[in-house]
């Protein structure tokens, strides 16, 4: 499908919804309608632009006999440190923001959700890969959980560390936040995650590159906008060093 097209049926989506929303909007019938008019125009730009499409899954035997550990390797952060001697059981995962019903979850709590394991690529823009089992809870799962309020648009992943004095930070959209494949890993390759591969818990978005993947995440917030948190350009490298926030493989 040609650029064009694809924009113009985005368009075409768009503009239908955005059209007599405010009659249809005012009877309990057009709420549905509109309600499920957004659905279907989400789903359409789902299959346009297929950011719904999963990541290559590879074998055991496909896995790398060493998978190197990048930026952060044992965060200096005292807070830190105390929760990874005790073993991370004082550790809780705060889910918070634009959500129904704030978490704050153990990793007891975390490993007794429905889970998904996967064995994928890792690619760093600085031109490595490594092909790595991962297992944990989907986002999703957690995200159903909290209830995420309507205004909500994106998930931000606030990590225990800092580079050159910032905190790390990264966010995703709700297409990627509610991918099948995106999983809060606490174990990676039959192990319990070590510290340097971002011990208690870290992201996996598989479809984004490794700079996108938060390791050491403390609190998963929910907002409307970016612009707000801390650089406004959604990640720390993003603010940095103006990375890519959308950083499709
Ligand atoms: N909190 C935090 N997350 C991070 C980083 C970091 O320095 N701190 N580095 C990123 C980069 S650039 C990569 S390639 C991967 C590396 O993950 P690994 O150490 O498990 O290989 O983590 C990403 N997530
Ligand atoms: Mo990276």
């Not at 955005?18 to 309600?35: H, P």
Request: net charge positive.
């Amino acid at each position: 499908m040609s650029l064009i097209t694809r924009r113009s049926l985005l368009a075409a989506g768009a503009g239908g919804l955005v059209a007599g929303c405010d009659a249809i909007g005012k009877s309990e019938a057009g709420r549905d309608l509109l309600f499920k008019a957004e659905a279907v125009n989400r789903s359409l730009q789902r299959a346009i632009t297929d950011r719904d499409a999963l990541a290559r899954q590879f074998t055991e035997a496909e896995m790398s006999p060493r998978f190197r550990a990048n930026g952060t390797v044992f965060p200096a952060d005292e807070t830190y440190r105390a929760l990874m001697r005790g073993n991370f059981a004082e550790w809780r995962l705060i889910v918070d923001g634009l959500v129904a019903r704030p978490l704050k979850l153990s990793l007891a709590d975390l490993r007794a959700l429905p889970q998904r394991v996967q064995i994928t690529r890792h690619d760093c823009v600085e031109g490595w890969s490594a092909i790595g089992k991962w297992h944990g809870p989907k986002l999703s799962t957690l995200l159903d959980l909290a209830g995420l309020r309507d205004t909500a648009r994106y998930l931000v992943f606030h990590c225990a560390d800092t580079l050159g004095g910032r905190p790390y930070y990264e966010s995703v959209d709700l297409i990627d936040a509610f991918h099948p494949q995106t999983i809060l890993a606490w174990a990676m390759n039959n192990r319990t995650l070590p510290v340097q591969h971002g011990a208690p818990l870290r992201l996996r978005v598989e479809r984004q590159l490794g700079y996108k993947h938060a390791k050491y995440i403390m609190r998963i917030e929910a907002v409307a906008a970016l612009d707000g948190i801390h650089g406004g350009k959604g990640g720390l490298w993003e603010d940095l060093a103006d990375y890519e926030w959308y950083a499709g493989i």
